[in-house]
């Protein structure tokens, strides 16, 4: 029986419910309607009050979540979409991640935030927002590419001290299946070695994972062969899995579905070339979305985004460098 990336991502919750007291859900219609993707479904009728509907408000969702984990509550929130926490903005990095340094007193909260785009969402639905919050001490980013993740992430996350920033891609959530909930259960911080290669090694997250192994299948056809790192957390970034699969190509891209400046594949290509330069055999190379807002129209939103088409392109310029 084959489950997917949502029904990991309702396993974890429900699971977190039974075993801990301390764990309940806030947000948006997640009671009796189940959640603006059904992550909930069910909850309201076993766990009652502490699966709480909240107003229309994200700073004020962060707000009591924050107040509540300083009185030892751990809750979820579940945001309808990334692209609203900005509306959170100030409760999650003024307060939420810097009130264990200025206090002594952590804030276990976890955000769930559907993220990445689907066609036709438009740019209010769309983006990816793991840069941003990166950016920030004292929050966790997690950015699960596959089923097991979803689950077993989830689970660390909320049983981490710290305020965790949980993005969970849209894309993958009814696409993406797998008969195995638990997988490897590689520990928060610690990138997987998706597909192993000689040639050039491509470093990614999230969706983006499993476009850079539909590229690295053509690629094999033609007989190259291309290493992918998933890096599962974008902070913390496990540079030490990235440089060892960089000692073995000799060839970095840097691939992500957020907007190009700046952001994670900066931070990957700077990190590369401050700590591992005498590991390149070539510049490394980036690949990111659009530099604009995320189009509406289907097509233009696969235009927008890097598919494996345009991956392809990019790493044949890199292997001729």
């Keep these: 029986m084959s489950v997917t990336y949502i029904d990991a991502i309702h396993e974890a919750q429900l699971e977190l419910l ?10 948006q219609d ?11 479904k069910g909850f309201k009728e076993e766990f009652g009050s502490r699966v709480l509907d909240s107003p229309i408000s994200e700073d004020a969702m962060v707000g009591m979540a924050v107040g509540a ?4 509550m751990r809750p979820i929130i579940e945001m309808q979409f990334a692209d609203f926490s900005s509306v959170a903005f100030n409760q999650l990095v003024n307060q939420a991640g810097t009130h264990f340094y200025r206090t002594g007193i952590p804030i276990p909260i976890t955000v769930r935030m559907p993220c990445g785009g689907t066609p036709g969402s438009g740019p209010f639905h769309s983006q990816m927002i793991e840069s941003i919050y990166a950016h920030y001490p004292g929050l966790v980013v997690v950015t699960p590419a596959t089923v097991s993740d979803a689950y077993q992430l989830l689970k660390e996350s909320v049983e981490l001290d710290d305020p965790v920033i949980f993005c969970e891609h849209k894309f ?3 696409w993406l299946k797998s008969a195995n909930l638990k997988g490897d259960a590689l520990p928060l911080g610690k990138a997987r070695l998706t597909r192993a290669g000689k040639h050039a090694t491509v470093v990614t997250y999230s969706a983006m994972v499993h476009e850079a192994v539909r590229a690295a299948d053509r690629l094999a056809k033609e007989g190259w062969e291309i290493e992918v790192v998933d890096l599962r957390s974008v902070k913390p970034l496990d540079i030490d899995t990235v440089l060892a699969s960089v000692a073995r190509t000799g060839r970095l891209l840097a691939l992500g579905e957020g907007f190009p400046w700046g952001g994670v594949t900066s931070e990957v ?3 590369v070339v401050a700590e591992g330069f005498h590991l390149l055999d070539a510049p490394p190379l980036r690949l990111n979305a659009k530099d604009t ?10 235009a927008h985004r890097p598919t494996p088409e345009s991956i392809v392109e990019k790493l044949r310029e890199l292997l001729n460098l």
């Excluded at 039974?18 to 947000?27: A, I, M, S």
């Excluded at 997640?30 to 909930?40: C, N, R, V, Y």
């Excluded at 807002?293 to 696969?302: E, V």
Aim: proline share 7%; hydrophobic share 40%.
């Design 18 to 27: 039974r075993e801990d007291e301390r764990v309940f859900l806030y947000g």
């Design 30 to 40: 997640i009671g009796s309607f189940g959640g603006a993707f059904k992550a909930t």
């Design 69 to 72: 984990a300083i009185n030892g």
């Design 172 to 174: 993958l959530y009814r």
């Design 269 to 271: 290509v700077s990190r």
């Design 293 to 302: 807002p995320i189009p509406y129209h289907p097509d233009l939103w696969a």
